[in-house]
């Protein structure tokens, strides 16, 4: 390739030859002869006609001219300007992210703020005056979204006091503008941001002291779902509210000081052809706000919410909801949220008083994706110290033949476990001499024992697995310090779980029970017990 003067001489030179050419008879100073008048049939007046496309020699290789218009050596003149300028932004070194770089962009964002203030005020009933300004503004707001890549700066982001005209912008007129913050919102909060603890707490903590809350409450009563926008702007806010929520403080705030309790039991009632991303966002939303905190659990109880979700999960007593849609995962969000609330004592007065009962075991004769989580959803209602209204219910609803008949069957391991909970929470809180104690007591004995024969291959099972993984803890113990010990004691504990050690318990606790209760039971279970040259002893072991 020539250096780029040597290219500009060729052209210059081809250029003036050209001229010359053009110029040869000067004399006859812009005048026609007499030859130049005469008509020539063989020539055809106007410009001449484009070459034909064979012609290679004349045609643009570049197509940016009909019929030629530049020469090669001025074509390759701009081949070499253009890979210079391809060279230069190659080598440009990209716009540094730095806390020079934040105070720049606070800067531009506080003055497109109050210019947009400034001129909707001015021009309130015309808008055209001031819509630029508002198109500046949202494409700020936008830009902000790089901040998510360098949480690093979120403190000084936020002692810049650029995060409390951000959240005041959610109650902007314009709800384009609300939206977009609360997507922004949503980014930087978002638990893909690789922020430290600290980072994160600083940026959040910033937004809650600007009222975040609440803004975010008043919102969701003025988007519109029927509009595209809006219906994205109320799943944001749904985001920002999953975001926070992984702080229990914040959920349990959330739940005392805002109505977004209330607004979710009302947006998973909507009737809609399908269930809908919202729809089941709002109830997956509501799960992790009663799992999160007792007093969300209580505020839900007291809005009739045990109610209106057993009316929810009714129709699904005998048909299940399309796998792998919006609508199986909303069901399964709501046998989430219930099914931590009956672990409160009201919350299993109010299942009782909405007949809890009576749908689940319609689930479990009747039901197929339904079935394990009413199981689920009953162990809990009838577990605890004040699980004996729920006890008494399911055996007065003729619920101890569907439980048993289940039992009967091989199951999962999760299965098996709600099962021997419910057995164990039975036995526990039904009262003594009881004609509830007493039917249930007769199921365990019928059929000469079967169901304690059945209660005690479980515990066989659940011993095997235990004592292995006990073995190998003891191994590992022998070659570590005291404190050693002590750091892996939660882990150990979790490798027993796994094994079956709670299931152990709750067995043991279901044979302890029988034990002392009915004598043919005693005399079955010791015999039982021989067989494997053990005794009482070891369910004492268990217990202990």
């Known amino acids: 390739m020539d250096s780029i003067d040597d290219l500009f001489k060729a052209s210059d030179k081809s250029y003036k030859a050209a001229k010359l050419v053009s110029n040869e008879d000067v004399r006859s100073n812009g005048k026609a002869t007499v030859e130049d008048g005469e008509d020539d049939d063989d020539t055809e007046a106007g410009p001449a006609l484009p070459p034909d496309e064979g012609d290679e020699e004349l045609n643009d290789e570049e197509g940016r001219f009909f019929g030629g218009g530049i020469t ?92 409390t005209s951000l959240v005041s912008l959610l109650s902007h007129e314009n709800t384009d503008i609300a939206i977009g913050v609360i ?35 008043d919102n969701v009563s003025r988007l519109d779902e029927t509009e595209e926008s809006d219906r994205a702007g109320l799943y944001h806010i749904l985001s920002v509210l999953e975001n926070l929520s ?89 046998f ?56 008494q219910r399911l055996v007065e609803a003729a619920g101890l033949k569907a439980v048993f008949s289940i039992f009967a069957r091989k199951h999962d391991n999760q299965t098996t476990e709600y099962l021997l909970g419910i057995f164990s929470s039975m036995l526990r809180s039904l009262p003594a001499n009881s004609t509830e104690r007493i039917r249930l007591l007769g199921k365990f004995v019928e059929k000469d024992y079967e169901k304690i024969n059945r209660v005690m291959q479980l515990r066989r099972e659940y011993a095997s697995r235990v004592a292995a993984v006990d073995q190998e803890i003891q191994n590992q113990k022998s070659d570590m310090s005291t404190e050693e010990q002590v750091d892996r004691a939660d ?42 040259d053990e005794g009482f002893e070891v369910l004492r072991a268990t217990l202990k």
């Open 72 to 163: 090669t050596h001025t074509a390759d003149v701009l081949d070499f300007i253009d890979e210079r300028d391809r060279v230069d932004e190659a080598v440009r070194e990209p716009e540094k992210i730095n806390l020079a770089w934040l105070r720049k962009i606070a800067l531009n964002f506080e003055r497109k703020i109050s210019k947009n203030s400034e001129l909707r005020a001015k021009f309130e009933d015309d808008p055209p005056k001031f819509m630029g300004s508002e198109a500046d503004l949202d494409a700020d707001i936008k830009a902000l979204s790089i901040l998510s890549d360098h949480p690093d700066l979120y403190r000084e982001f936020a002692k810049l006091g650029c995060v």
């Open 336 to 391: 989430d949220g219930i099914t931590c609330c009956v672990d409160e004592i009201n919350g299993k007065t109010k299942f009782v008083e909405a007949e809890g009962v009576e749908l689940c075991l319609i689930m479990l004769r009747e039901g197929k994706m339904s079935k394990p989580r009413a199981l689920r959803l009953l162990d809990h209602a009838l577990g605890g110290a004040d699980g004996a209204q729920c006890c």
């Open 491 to 532: 882990e150990w504990l979790s490798k027993r779980l796994d094994a079956g050690f709670y299931s152990l318990q709750t067995a043991d606790m279901i044979l302890a029970w029988l034990v002392a209760e009915d004598e043919g039971a005693r005399t079955r279970i010791r015999s039982l017990l021989r067989d494997r």
């Open 246 to 334: 992984s702080r229990p403080a914040i959920a349990e705030s959330i739940g005392k000081d805002t109505t977004f309790i209330p607004w979710l039991l009302q947006r998973i009632r909507r009737k809609e052809p399908t269930v809908t991303q919202n729809k089941q966002y709002s109830a997956e939303i509501l799960a992790i706000f009663l799992q999160s905190s007792s007093l969300n659990r209580k505020v839900f109880i007291e809005a009739d919410g045990i109610d209106i979700v057993l009316q929810l999960l009714s129709p699904y007593r005998k048909r299940d909801p399309t796998k792998g849609t919006e609508e199986e995962e909303y069901v399964e969000n709501l």
């Open 183 to 217: 997507e922004i919102i949503n980014e930087l909060t978002d638990e893909d941001v690789e922020a430290e603890q600290e980072q994160w707490d600083s940026l959040v903590d910033a937004m809650l002291e600007a009222d975040l809350l609440n803004l975010l409450n």
